[in-house]
């Protein structure tokens, strides 16, 4: 499909037709009884970041206490987004038509496809920078390092700015002593910001729930991106980070929503896509189509989820998920009873 196809075929999507899109697990967790188990955090405790603005029929939210409104839908710049171009496929193609489709938020790092993936960012962002809130990273964690890599990924975007600048993948072994020291990262990040080469600070992770916590209760971050999806491996991201972040006003920005960047959640990925491969993919015997796993994490107090695609089909059945109503709290409890 090419993207003018794509594009018309978005235009016609309406609620109705989104809604008739299958809830993968509904007929499995009518199964199974429903006790007294809750969330540890309650919505109740949380103010609904949806703003009732829409683009293009996907909902915006506040990205926490940077007051921005960003598209509940993210492209992820792993998956498609990292690829080198070929007649087959063309990330460029793929980021133009996201915009297209009312997703304002690129998420991207200098570490995907070794700059591959924001090479293909830039050359969208060259002429349509003022669409998009544009996210990238640092690995580095020293002043120079972290000054060289932003230098780096400027060229790559084909821009003198980012929205948001993040520290990438927090360890659970992390010496956070070394981020404030004279020569350290932090540092560097402030004076960025300072200089207006990036309006917020954020912070990444996906390792250990706790190491995450003691970053953003030792550092005032903006933002923080990490891992919120069914299976129980992910409970504590739920139960003790989101709570923490959330009552830290940060804008919280879901990964890994269907298991890692081989979808191992996503019915009709053979398990066996999952065997061998990086540590941090989720495995599960219970599998949800990526609509449900999407609607899952939005139906979390966040504010977005960063989701990769391969193709404007993928693009496609994630838009319509968006625009649907996020789980109940009912259907996530449900969904992760599955997952156990």
């Known amino acids: 499909m090419d993207r003018r196809k794509f594009v018309g075929k978005m235009t016609a999507i309406t609620a109705v037709g989104a809604a008739g899109l299958q809830l993968g697990f509904t007929e499995r967790a009518k199964m199974i009884t429903d006790g007294a188990e809750v969330h540890q955090f309650s919505f109740n405790e949380h103010t609904d970041k949806t703003s009732g603005i829409q683009k293009n029929g996907i909902p915006m939210r506040l990205l926490g206490k940077t007051g921005v409104e960003v598209s509940c839908l993210t492209l992820g710049g792993v998956s498609g987004m990292q690829l080198k171009p070929t007649p087959e496929f063309h990330p460029v193609e793929l980021a133009n038509a996201a915009l297209d489709a009312g997703i304002n938020y690129f998420d991207t790092s200098p570490s995907y496809g070794g700059g591959q993936s924001e090479l293909n960012y830039g050359e969208v962002l060259a002429k349509r920078r003022n669409e998009v809130f544009l996210a990238t990273k640092t690995g580095e964690r020293t002043y120079d390092g972290t000054m060289r890599s932003v230098e780096a990924s400027l060229k790559r975007l084909q821009t003198d700015h980012v929205d948001l600048l993040q520290v990438h993948g927090v360890y659970y072994n992390e010496d956070f002593t070394m981020w404030s020291k004279p020569d350290g990262m932090m540092k560097a990040l402030y004076k960025l910001r300072d200089e207006k080469v990036?309006?917020?600070?954020?912070?990444?992770?996906?390792?250990?729930?706790?190491?995450?916590?003691?970053?953003?209760?030792?550092?005032?971050?903006?933002?923080?991106?990490?891992?919120?999806?069914?299976?129980?491996?992910?409970?504590?991201?739920?139960?003790?980070?989101?709570?923490?972040?959330?009552?830290?006003?940060?804008?919280?920005?879901?990964?890994?929503?269907?298991?890692?960047?081989?979808?191992?959640?996503?019915?009709?990925?053979?398990?066996?896509?999952?065997?061998?491969?990086?540590?941090?993919?989720?495995?599960?015997?219970?599998?949800?189509?990526?609509?449900?796993?999407?609607?899952?994490?939005?139906?979390?107090?966040?504010?977005?989820?960063?989701?990769?695609?391969?193709?404007?089909?993928?693009?496609?059945?994630?838009?319509?998920?968006?625009?649907?109503?996020?789980?109940?709290?009912?259907?996530?409890?449900?969904?992760?009873?599955?997952?156990?």
Not at 208 to 221: C, G
Not at 262 to 282: I, Q
């Open 198 to 340: 990036t309006r917020f600070i954020g912070v990444t992770g996906h390792e250990d729930a706790e190491a995450m916590n003691r970053a953003i209760d030792r550092y005032e971050f903006d933002t923080i991106l990490t891992t919120f999806n069914p299976v129980p491996r992910r409970k504590p991201f739920r139960e003790s980070l989101l709570p923490n972040a959330a009552r830290k006003k940060m804008g919280i920005i879901c990964m890994k929503v269907m298991g890692g960047g081989l979808g191992a959640l996503v019915s009709g990925n053979p398990p066996e896509l999952v065997k061998n491969a990086y540590w941090y993919l989720d495995d599960t015997p219970f599998q949800a189509d990526a609509s449900t796993l999407i609607r899952y994490a939005l139906g979390l107090p966040v504010s977005c989820a960063v989701v990769g695609m391969k193709s404007l089909k993928d693009l496609e059945i994630n838009v319509a998920a968006a625009k649907m109503k996020p789980l109940t709290k009912e259907e996530q409890i449900n969904l992760e009873k599955l997952m156990l």
